[in-house]
Nanobody, 115 residues
Framework: QVQLVESGGGLVQPGGSLRLSCAAS??????MAWYRQAPGKQRELVAS???????NYADFVKDRFTISRDNAKGTVYLQMNSLKPEDTAVYYC???????????WGQGTQVTVSS
């Protein structure tokens, strides 16, 4: 059974930092990514990382967020610095099965940036 379990969300003041984690299990994964969805908006890609460590970022998080993964642990991380109120959203972990190319999603973790 494939599972993606996120943790690390919460309430933080503008300018603060948070680190999200996503533990993926049940199969092998290729690309892993973080998406986010704010109220009334579509889900959007935040950052992605390949199994080899190659990364891609949305323009709105470049130089503030860092995605990384530990293949041995099946875990992907998102280090978020210099957070802004507009970063407030539910953040979702995404992973693509190496064998079927199917996308799997975590349950989401709320990030709220507010003073």
């Amino acid at each position: 059974q494939v599972q993606l379990v996120e943790s690390g969300g919460g309430l933080v003041q503008p300018g603060g930092s948070l680190r999200l984690s996503c533990a993926a299990s049940g199969t092998s994964f290729t690309d892993m990514a973080w998406y986010r969805q704010a109220p009334g908006k579509q889900r959007e890609l935040v950052a992605s990382v390949t199994v080899g460590g190659g990364t891609n970022y949305a323009d709105f998080v470049k130089d503030r967020f860092t995605i990384s993964r530990d293949n041995a642990k099946g875990t992907v991380y998102l280090q978020m610095n210099s957070l802004k109120p507009e970063d407030t959203a539910v953040y979702y972990c995404n992973a693509k099965s190496r064998w079927t190319r199917r996308d799997y999603w975590g349950q989401g973790t709320q990030v709220t940036v507010s003073s």
